[in-house]
């Protein structure tokens, strides 16, 4: 990696050095799939869930490895035909002879091999023909999985996604071919809480009870100060363990925000950081985002807004019903404040989790609770 490399990525996954911690996950996911166990992984948004698969794929050996992330697919002829991509494309190196083995057991679709804009390497185009039924290319598919030499794993990320496809049955038809298949394990990644325990904890989905639940929680504080320390170190710059645990517990130990603050503050190339330095990366953080948040509770209405800044007050809330809340944050009735909570939690701005509900984007519960 370049000398001017900044060590606290914040969109791409890039390798294990800039990589921290979550070893008691990993060791989940590689004991669930050594077993035959199929997974659903379930975080916070932007808690590292993208980052934790691709890393645990990364190390793989012994598998054949694929990963889609549905987040925007709409239907589920959109998903059989991400998955089809998907797969062909990742199972091995595209060429005549994979084409070749692709086709020969998968008739339902064409192929031709083209290369990827961005990388430049050779890549499969898919075309999935029109069937009387979308089982013709999953049977097909399942088909084609199971007659490779190593056990594939599939990871589709926001798998909640499924249950905003109008088709209504995507899940019914995967869990009919997982339960066949003997070569196949799954991961279910999922960051709506309440989307994902509909899918796979109600009896009457198809995928009740089939998974193993793995659920991220915040990285450790003094092993992400290790962690940040050490890169600081690298570079021999100097900044003392007590801001960067003062930075940890501005971003609350969330990682996408961790990493946004220390990749600015990194990013200022000083010898030495000072708590003053943190403080100026903090507040330009702010500012930056401050017309975009302005806007974003201008949609909401006045007693949303006003539940919303409470919370953010507050910092965790157990009971936002409770009087004693109400009172000092100078809300209106309880059924109007139950009210405003539900429609805050269905546009993910706040989460509930075991201590209470808090705003889910740290920069906006901090923009909300500071005079910038």
Not at 53 to 75: E, M
Not at 79 to 105: D, H
Not at 294 to 318: C, E, F, M, R, Y
Request: glycine fraction near 4%; hydrophobic fraction near 40%.
């Amino acid at each position: 990696m370049q000398d001017d490399f900044n060590p606290f990525p914040i969109y791409n996954y890039v390798s294990k050095e800039y990589f921290c911690d979550r070893e008691d996950d990993l060791k989940r996911l590689r004991k669930a799939m050594a077993n035959q166990r199929n997974v659903r992984l379930i975080s916070l948004r932007k808690l590292g869930k993208s980052a934790l698969l691709h890393h645990f794929f990364k190390n793989q050996r012994k598998y054949v490895t694929v990963y889609l992330d549905i987040y925007r697919i709409r239907s589920e002829e959109e998903f059989i035909q991400k998955l089809v991509e998907e797969v062909v494309n990742q199972i091995g190196r595209p060429g005549p002879g994979l084409m070749k083995r692709i086709l020969e057991t998968m008739r339902s679709i064409d192929l031709n091999v083209g290369f990827d804009e961005v990388t430049g390497l050779p890549r499969f185009g898919v075309s999935v023909r029109p069937t009387p039924s979308r089982d013709v290319t999953m049977r097909e598919l399942f088909q084609f999985l199971d007659q490779q030499k190593k056990v594939v794993i599939i990871a589709i990320d926001e798998f909640q996604q499924v249950m905003e496809f109008s088709d209504g049955r995507t899940d019914a038809l995967l869990r009919e071919y997982i339960q066949q298949s003997k070569n196949i394990r799954f991961i279910f990644s999922g960051s709506d809480q309440r989307m994902m325990a509909m899918l796979f904890s109600d009896h009457k989905r198809p995928f009740y009870q089939s998974t193993e639940p793995i659920h991220l929680d915040y990285i450790d504080q003094r092993v992400y100060n290790d962690f940040i320390r050490g890169h600081f170190q690298s570079a021999e710059r100097e900044i003392a363990p007590e801001v960067i645990d003062r930075g940890l517990t501005w971003a609350r130990c969330h990682t996408y925000y961790v990493q946004f603050l220390f990749n600015r503050l990194y990013g200022l190339g000083l010898k030495k950081y000072e708590e003053s330095d943190l403080l100026q990366v903090r507040n330009s953080i702010l500012r930056e985002h401050g017309s975009e948040f302005k806007a974003l509770t201008k949609l909401l209405s006045p007693h949303q807004a006003k539940l919303l800044l409470a919370i953010a007050k507050a910092g965790n809330v157990d009971v936002p019903t409770r009087s004693s809340f109400i009172r000092e944050h100078g809300l209106s009735a309880v059924s109007t404040v139950r009210q405003a909570l539900g429609v805050l939690e269905d546009k993910e701005l706040i989460h509930r989790n075991e201590s209470g509900y808090m705003v889910t984007n740290v920069f906006l519960s901090r923009w909300l609770e500071s005079d910038i």
